[in-house]
């Protein structure tokens, strides 16, 4: 389920008409990548067992921040802190931290993003966009493909998060 940087630009040199260089679409690409991360629209699960001793886990400098955390029988779980890339939980067990990341670059156009398919044809807009927005400031298609990209990465962020979410909530009363 991933793609590569080759993939999205044959398809966006179809709609340009016209080739990019291998640096430039390169570029670009990582560029769309990097945007996606900024816009907080890339995800990551790592599971974690808290011990008594050991109940903080890093998780890297790529990570943003901590979208939702699951207990060992995926419920939702609230007794977790978060602080400059380290989630520390209140009591010992194993988790499942869903969480924000900026994506690393790819390093050549045949290497794989490591993103779901939806996320390709975000990526496709944003290649196509950032070509026409380079030829002229005010390329109406240009901007249009841009606008695309942030929908289509809205959408490709909200379907993946969503077939991953736990099915119990847990519910709490006042009285």
Known sequence: MAFSANDVLDVAQLYLRHSLTDSEGLRIFNQGLNQLGSLGLIHSVETYEATSEAKTVDLGA???GVIYVVDENDNLYYRWKYVDGEVTFA???EYKIHYRILHPPVETLDEEALLHNLYKACLTSYVIG???LKDDDYSHDGIR???DFERLGVQAFNTVIKSR???QVRTFRHG
């Open 165 to 167: 979410k736990p099915t």
């Open 145 to 147: 493909n841009m606008q």
């Open 91 to 93: 009591e010992a067990g």
């Open 130 to 132: 950032f070509a026409k």
């Open 62 to 64: 790529d990570c943003i």
